[in-house]
């Protein structure tokens, strides 16, 4: 069974930093594209970013260029976005999602951000 | 990039079929037969129902459909449950190497 974990979720102060985790099973991580998806409460999702299976291939969403960075470790199947430089148009529930071809086969249950003073 | 447009309800009684709009440019949606859909119930994840602009993956009800005409795909379902009130949200690659999702449509069945 695929199962995606997030976690590291947190109230954070603007302008501050977060990590957040992906952790991957029931499939070969290695093989799959992974992506970031963000959902602010009660609004639509918006597509953050995506790595390429050996991570050597990034993209990311205008809104997030330059503070946010994605990365993987193959070796624990895991999935990372590092945040800085957050601002409260950032709070969200983060999804992690596999990336099938051109999609996103499957979700993790997401994890919160909140992004305020 | 700007989010696709979609229309922001769409209701129809049990038994009956209704349309799902997804509006967008042709450096997404008109330029690439990359549109998937996704249900997404409140407080839960979204889940995958058309990949490809006409695709079902395993386990989904041949009761969803898709198709796509220039720089709008649509989603179709027929034969209308309850159990389909619920977001839908669409989503396209870009020519930026990026995706778009749209604005999200929440299905009421009367």
């Known amino acids: 069974e695929v199962l995606l974990v997030e976690s590291g979720g947190a109230l954070v102060q603007p302008g501050g930093s977060l990590r957040l985790s992906c952790a991957a099973s029931?499939?070969?991580?290695?093989?799959?594209?992974m992506q970031w998806v963000r959902q602010t409460p009660g609004k639509g999702l918006v597509w953050v970013s995506r790595?390429?299976?050996?991570?050597?291939?990034?993209s990311y969403a205008d809104s997030v260029k330059g503070r946010f960075t994605i990365s993987r470790d193959n070796a624990r199947d895991t999935v990372y976005l590092e945040m800085n430089s957050l601002t409260v148009e950032d709070t969200a529930v983060y999804y992690c999602?596999?990336?099938?071809?051109?999609?996103?086969?499957?979700w993790g249950q997401g994890s919160l951000v909140t992004v305020s003073s | 990039q700007s989010a696709l447009t979609q229309p922001a309800s769409v209701s129809g009684s049990p038994g009956q079929s209704i349309v799902i709009s997804c509006t967008g440019t042709?450096?997404?949606?008109?330029?690439?037969?990359?549109v998937s859909w996704y249900q997404q119930y409140p407080g839960k994840a979204p889940k995958l129902i058309i990949y490809?602009?006409?695709n079902r993956p395993s386990g989904v009800p041949n009761r969803f459909s898709g198709s796509k005409s220039g720089n709008t795909a649509s989603l179709a379902i027929s034969g209308l449950l309850p159990d389909d009130e619920a977001d839908y949200y669409c989503?396209?690659?870009?020519?930026?190497?990026?995706?778009?999702f749209g604005t999200g449509t929440t299905v009421t069945v009367l």
């Open positions: 999602g596999r990336a099938g071809y051109y999609r996103i086969d499957y």
């Open positions: 029931g499939f070969t991580f290695s093989s799959y594209w």
């Open positions: 790595i390429s299976t050996d991570g050597s291939s990034t």
């Open positions: 042709s450096s997404d949606v008109g330029g690439y037969e990359y």
């Open positions: 490809g602009v006409i």
């Open positions: 989503s396209s690659y870009t020519s930026s190497a990026t995706y778009v």
